[in-house]
């Protein structure tokens, strides 16, 4: 390609990126923005339609990927698990048994939101199901309304870096390594992130007592034998399911993609043993599985159709040389890659990220050779900041829905700020010390 037309790739790039905030879907931009530089290309002589007798092979191979397979299993499950009634049990019981301690409420939250995060992995159905039941009781006594806002967002957030993640899986297709690997990498992160929150609201607590008081005794009336057999019902089964699902995973019996069809089952048993398992609840969960997967995989066409246009453009190549000759070499990488991504996060959804974005950068992470499951954590890191913060968060906007009137939008800006400076801290843990998400995975080999 002639220097005069070396622009066309990050043209083709940035026209995606502009119908995407203009809030075109997804394939259909990244389809029309392949079809509208092919032909444009095809025009100056500089594009080989040979390029586009590679899609149908691409596409074949898409449906052909064992590991995809895992997004509508771990979405069934979550779905299902919010139909069951699971997290507004969780969240009483927890309650209940944390009420005593000031700030035990907020610190319910974010250990419903760990165990939530590691049997569902769905970030909208956990903030949702929390701003739902927790919201109005820590507001009722007494709680700090951006306390209580921002433990609930960012708890929600887990399922992006607790396994199992469907952000995770998607990275793990994307970046070309194993899923299990990138489960397994994430959990002391995961685990990480949870105990930063609660430590949070324990200070927060022990220097504001006012601001996260201890629950009233008349709300904790209920007899230990009865607090002790409430306990075991609602905690054992899901972390029954938890063990069967990333149990297996991490002891190598059963691959992501058939650990997702174990705990698909699993969560069809809770509902039947919460008897909320009918007709009219598993369609309900099917439609849902339905449609998210079919919205992938509609991604993932137009994005094969976009980096095929891209590459005969040469724009991967350009992208290439930006990155990988960057002041800093790894360093320079890694803080442009993590402010892309991190920026992106405000206006657009994982799944564009994954499949736009995350492309681009593998090679140069190849190149500069850096550890490509310790990459796809700290993307997942990454993604769950950018979930969180303020103005375009998406976290933020599913706890505004189901909000009560009196907790304004700013309330909740402002209670994600804290949250927010935890997660960029154990973001930048991460980086400095790989080891966190390197010492699980090397266990196991």
Request: contains cysteine.
């Amino acid at each position: 390609m002639t220097l005069a037309y070396e622009w066309l790739g990050p043209l083709m790039f940035a026209g995606a990126l502009v119908l995407l905030s203009l809030g075109y879907p997804v394939a259909f931009s990244l389809g029309g923005v392949a079809i509208a530089f092919g032909i444009l290309g095809i025009s100056l002589g500089v594009f080989d339609p040979i390029f586009l007798t590679a899609m149908p092979q691409r596409i074949f191979g898409i449906m052909a990927n064992y590991t995809l397979l895992a997004i509508p299993y771990f979405i069934f499950m979550g779905s299902m698990l919010e139909k069951s009634g699971i997290a507004e049990r969780l969240l009483e019981t927890m309650g209940i048994l944390l009420g005593r301690l000031r700030g035990g409420l907020a610190l319910a939250v974010v250990l419903v939101g760990a165990m939530l995060a590691a049997t569902t992995g769905v970030v909208a159905a956990t903030v949702v199901a929390m701003g739902l039941i927790s919201l109005p009781i820590m507001l009722r006594y007494g709680y700090n309304k951006e306390l209580a806002t921002g433990v609930i967002a960012a708890s929600g957030t887990l399922g992006q870096i607790i396994p199992p993640s469907v952000v995770l899986v998607v990275l793990g297709d994307q970046l070309g390594v194993s899923v299990g690997d990138l489960f397994i990498g994430s959990v002391i992160p995961g685990l990480m992130m949870a105990g930063a929150f609660a430590l949070h609201v324990l200070i927060v607590a022990f220097f504001k007592p006012d601001a996260a008081p201890a629950l009233p005794d008349e709300v904790r009336k209920i007899g230990g034998k009865a607090l002790g057999k409430r306990v075991i019902q609602v905690m054992l089964p899901p972390l029954i399911l938890i063990l069967l699902v990333l149990g297996s995973i991490f002891f190598g019996i059963a691959t992501p993609t058939e650990a997702g069809a174990v705990g698909s089952a699993g969560a069809i048993a809770l509902a039947f043993a919460n008897r909320q398992l009918t007709l009219e609840s598993l369609r309900q969960v099917c439609d849902t599985t339905l449609r998210v997967s079919s919205m992938v995989i509609f991604i993932l066409f137009g994005s094969t159709a976009f980096s095929l246009v891209f590459r005969g453009l040469n724009g991967d190549r350009f992208m290439l040389d930006v990155l990988s000759n960057l002041p800093g070499g790894q360093a320079g990488f890694l803080f442009v890659s993590m402010a892309v991504v991190f920026i992106l996060g405000f206006f657009i959804d994982f799944f564009e990220i994954a499949f736009i974005v995350v492309p681009l950068f593998v090679p140069v992470a190849q190149t500069l050779g850096l550890d490509l499951v310790w990459y796809g954590v700290v993307l997942g890191a990454n993604l769950q900041t950018s979930f969180l913060t303020p103005p375009f968060g998406f976290a933020l906007f599913y706890l505004r829905g189901v909000a009560p009137a009196e907790v304004t939008t700013a309330d909740i800006y402002r209670g994600a700020i804290p949250f927010i400076l935890l997660q960029l801290l154990v973001l930048v843990l991460i980086i400095v010390f790989p080891g966190i998400v390197s010492f699980l995975p090397s266990l196991g080999s």
